[in-house]
């Protein structure tokens, strides 16, 4: 079979992102526009400002996990350096496919002589944490909501848990699968002189200490999910949508589960589609609903913003990031 070329695999990439604007645009089409704009208009200021004030809050805790990551792989970097670094990576998020613009992130420390492969591993972590929780509520939300039978959450779950152990087990031969490898080095050759073996030894060592390594910064997961559940209630509130605050978190779970799909830019068309779907489930309407999505997409936006204006005003001042021996 013939292998496409790289300029064909990206014109197939980003023609299937395309279907989530299709979605997009066929859902705009079927909501009261005028309604929308009428809930817009009358949303809460007061709640819209501390639904973009937590934001900054949720930076801070998720900068700390991926300080503890650093440490725990022997690279030391400051408190401030790291939030400047995280914020950035929210920019480059924002303005990429999948929000692989996160790992932009990791090029200002791998400049000051710290390993590719050690770089890349600390924010190749914070992503499947986030992941990890990510899931988790995201097959709560489609338990409670939609009524799907438990059994399909804990089949999925249990899934996942095998392919863990599956992985965990590689991990602990110092190995991993043929494709994970060709991909490591793919990545590694991107970001310089990365060595793989060295990659390898600390997914080894992760797999046999994972608590210590992943401990702390698990729990800081869960954390910075209640921060952004209870940012999802203050912009339910906003917006005057009515039903149990517990409902706007969970499809806003649900929801941004579904903007991870590679068919959209940024989940537009998909989050919309999945949060009418969820919301509508508990006699919201399709006018709030969307407008309730749009909302989320804006705190997306948001988090780019902030990562631009911080990108923006401190590019000038870098400070190091040492690395430590281990």
Not at 283 to 297: I, K, M, N, P, T
């Amino acid at each position: 079979m013939k292998q496409l070329t790289p300029l064909n695999k990206r014109i197939l990439r980003w023609s299937l992102r395309l279907i989530g604007l299709a979605l997009f645009i066929y859902i705009a089409s079927r909501v009261d526009v005028r309604e929308m704009g009428r809930r817009l208009s009358e949303a809460d200021l007061w709640l819209v400002f501390w639904s973009v004030a937590i934001t900054t809050f949720i930076l801070a805790v998720k900068a700390v996990r991926w300080k503890m990551l650093l440490r725990r792989l022997g690279i030391e970097v400051s408190y401030w350096e790291v939030i400047r670094l995280y914020a950035i990576g929210w920019y480059g998020g924002a303005i990429s496919p999948g929000q692989l613009g996160e790992f932009f992130r990791i090029i200002p420390i791998i400049r000051r002589g710290n390993p590719p492969e050690d770089a890349f591993l600390s924010s190749l972590l914070d992503r499947l944490l986030d992941l990890g929780v990510l899931i988790l509520l995201g097959l709560v939300s489609l338990y409670v909501l939609l009524g799907i039978p438990l059994y399909w959450p804990l089949g999925i779950s249990l899934g996942a848990i095998i392919m863990a152990a599956g992985f965990v087990i590689w991990m602990r031969t110092g190995g991993l699968p043929g494709f994970l490898n060709r991909w490591v080095d793919r990545v590694l050759s991107r970001l310089g002189e990365g060595n793989r073996e060295n990659f390898r030894s600390h997914l080894s060592m992760l797999a046999k200490r994972p608590w210590k390594i992943l401990g702390w910064p698990a729990v800081l997961s869960v954390a910075a999910a209640a921060v952004i559940a209870f940012r999802a209630v203050l912009m339910g509130r906003a917006l005057g949508i009515q039903t149990a605050d517990y409902n706007m978190f969970l499809a806003g779970a649900g929801a941004s589960l579904m903007a991870i799909l590679p068919i959209s830019i940024q989940g537009i068309g998909t989050r919309d589609a999945a949060m009418i779907l969820l919301l509508g489930s508990v006699g919201v309407d399709r006018e709030a609903a969307f407008s309730f999505s749009l909302f989320y997409l804006a705190m997306m936006l948001m988090h780019g913003l902030i990562g631009w204006v911080t990108w923006t005003l401190t590019s000038s001042k870098n400070p190091p990031a040492q690395q430590t021996d281990r």
